[in-house]
C-alpha cells in the first residue's frame, strides 16, 4: 500500500493507484542512496586516512580575522544563453565591486552569436573564455582608473587548468592570456595585491605536489574538507610546478607571465562548505598573511568573502532575467515586423529555456 499523510492523520492509498512514473522514480530514488550511502561507506577510511597524511606532510596556519586592508574590490562575472531555434545567442558581462564606497565598475556586455554549425561543447567553451577574458579586461581597466585600491579579488583562478587549453578557439585562448598577464603587470606596477578565489575547486594540485595521484581520484578540497578546521588554512604550493611533477604538461599556465602559488582556506563552519582555493602571483606572496585574514574576516556569507558575494549578486545573468528579456524581443520584433515565427525558441515544447 502507498500511503499518505495529511494534518489529520494518515490515508491509505489502494496499490493499483495510478502515479505518473512512480516505479521508475522510486527506481532512481533507490539507486542514488544505495550508490552515494554504499561509496561513503567503503571510502570513509580512506578519506581520513588520506587526510591525516595530508595534514602530517604539509604545514597549517590558523586564520585570525583582521580588516587588513582599506580600498578592496571584487570582481565577477556572468554570463548566459538565449537558444533560438535559428541560433544561439551568448550575453557574457563582468563587474568590479569596490569597498568601502560600494561602487560598480562595469564595460558594456558582450553577444557572442554561435551558429549550430558548431558543436555545443565547443559552443560552451567559447562562451566560457570569452566570460574569463571579459572578467580581466574589466579588472585591469577598474585598477587603471583605480590605483589607489589595495586589494583586487578575482572570482576565479590565477592558475589555469589544463582545460583552459582546449575551450573556445585559439584566439579566445590567447585573448584571455593576454587579458590575464596585462592585469597582473598593471597590479605589480601600481602594488595591487590581486588574488584569485575558487570558490567551488575540483583541482588536484594539492594531491600533484604531495605524490598522492595514484592512491585516490578525489580533489584536494573535498580531503581538506575533512582535514582543515574552520579558520585554518595550508602554506602555499605551486601548482604548476605540482602539475610537472605528476608528469603532466601545463601549457596554459606555462603562458602566463608570472608564477603563481596557491593555498586552501577555510572561512565556513557549515559541513557543506568545503575549504576555497586562492590563487596568488608571486609579487604578493609577502602579503598571504593579510590576504589569508582579510579573506576569513570579511568572509560573511557562505564562507565567500564580501567584494566576491557583492559582485556575483549584481553580475549574475538569470535564466528568469533572460526569459523576460525575449518576451519583449517578441513584442518588438512582432510590431516592427508582424512575424515572430524567426523567433521561435529552440526548446519550443518545453518552455525557452528547456525548463
Known amino acids: ?8 492523520g494518515s490515508i491509505q492509498i489502494p496499490s493499483d493507484f495510478h502515479v505518473p512514473h512512480a516505479h521508475i522514480c522510486l527506481a532512481i530514488r533507490n539507486l542514488i542512496i544505495d550508490r552515494i550511502s554504499r561509496d561513503v561507506e567503503e571510502e570513509s577510511s580512506t578519506v581520513r586516512e588520506l587526510s591525516a597524511e595530508i595534514m602530517s606532510k604539509i604545514s597549517i596556519v590558523e586564520m585570525p580575522k583582521r580588516d587588513c586592508f582599506k580600498n578592496v574590490a571584487g570582481a565577477d562575472a556572468g554570463s548566459q544563453i538565449l537558444p533560438l531555434a535559428s541560433r544561439r545567442y551568448g550575453i557574457v558581462n563582468a563587474l568590479v565591486y569596490s569597498l568601502p564606497v560600494g561602487r560598480r565598475f562595469f564595460h558594456p556586455p558582450e553577444c557572442v552569436v554561435l551558429p549550430y554549425t558548431i558543436s555545443n561543447e565547443l559552443n560552451g567553451g567559447t562562451i566560457n573564455i570569452r566570460r574569463e577574458s571579459k572578467l580581466f579586461e574589466t579588472a585591469y581597466s577598474f585598477v587603471e582608473q583605480n590605483p589607489e585600491t589595495e586589494l583586487l579579488l578575482i572570482d576565479g583562478p590565477l592558475a589555469f587548468s589544463n582545460l583552459w587549453s582546449t575551450r573556445g578557439r585559439r584566439p579566445d585562448q590567447q585573448r584571455l592570456i593576454d587579458a590575464v598577464n596585462e592585469l597582473l603587470r598593471c597590479c605589480s606596477k601600481n602594488d595591487v595585491a590581486v588574488v584569485g578565489i575558487v570558490k567551488r575547486p575540483s583541482a588536484r594540485y594539492l594531491i600533484y605536489h604531495l605524490g598522492l595521484q595514484d592512491r585516490t581520484d578525489m580533489p584536494d578540497a573535498y580531503l581538506l574538507h575533512q582535514a582543515l578546521r574552520p579558520g585554518e588554512r595550508t602554506d602555499f604550493f605551486s601548482a604548476r610546478a605540482a602539475l610537472r611533477k605528476a608528469t603532466r604538461p601545463s601549457p596554459f599556465m606555462d603562458a602566463i607571465g608570472f608564477p603563481i602559488y596557491s593555498f586552501y582556506s577555510r572561512f565556513s563552519r ?22 589569508a585574514d582579510y579573506c576569513h574576516w570579511s568572509s560573511l556569507w557562505n564562507g565567500i568573502p564580501l567584494p566576491i558575494a557583492r559582485a556575483d549578486e549584481d553580475v549574475r545573468i538569470s535564466k528568469r532575467f533572460m526569459s523576460e528579456v525575449y518576451s519583449e524581443v517578441i513584442g518588438y520584433v512582432g510590431t516592427r515586423s508582424g512575424d515572430v515565427s524567426y523567433l521561435a525558441p529552440y526548446w519550443g515544447e518545453g518552455g525557452w529555456m528547456g525548463a
Open 270 to 291: 557549515e559541513w557543506s562548505i568545503p575549504p576555497i582555493r586562492i590563487d596568488v602571483p608571486s609579487f604578493c606572496l609577502g602579503m598571504i598573511e593579510d590576504i
Open 1 to 8: 500500500m502507498l500511503t499518505h499523510h495529511d494534518e489529520d
